[in-house]
């Protein structure tokens, strides 16, 4: 079972940048995709970004040109850094781990996958 637990959230204006982290312990599968959804109260969950373990990268439109995602060499540490933020970026944001690659798993927000408590980010305009 893996473990996620995430860091990093917070408040800022908008065009400002902040940096998620997310500490990965415990068993990941052989094939699995690591990554980062968000939600924003009462709207559906939203796939942001993800890394597969073999390093390959998928972004969504929400988080493509703006968000870069990055995992340590140990893949015990993953980040998500944030620039350019805008309002409508204003979510609970969650690290996640699900079995498969990413292409499909970041679109549909890793409706199988495990995932952390979650960090708030807020962007006031």
């Known amino acids: 079972q893996v473990q996620l637990v995430e860091s990093g959230g917070g408040s800022v204006q908008g065009g400002g940048s902040l940096r998620l982290s997310c500490t990965v312990s415990?068993?990941?599968?052989?094939?699995?995709?690591l990554g980062w959804f968000r939600q924003a109260p009462g709207k559906k969950r939203e796939g942001v970004a993800g890394?597969?373990?073999?390093?390959?990268?998928t972004y969504t439109d929400s988080g493509k040109g703006r968000f870069s995602i990055s995992e340590d060499i140990a893949k015990t540490s993953l980040s998500l850094q944030m620039n350019k933020l805008k309002p409508e970026d204003t979510a609970m944001y969650y690290c996640?781990?699900?079995?498969?690659?990413?292409?499909?798993?970041?679109?549909?927000?890793?409706?199988?996958?495990?995932w952390g408590q979650g960090t708030q980010v807020t962007v006031s305009s």
């Open positions: 996640a781990a699900e079995l498969g690659t990413c292409v499909a798993t970041v679109e549909l927000g890793f409706p199988e996958g495990t």
């Open positions: 415990g068993n990941t599968y052989s094939t699995y995709c």
């Open positions: 890394i597969d373990s073999d390093g390959r990268v």
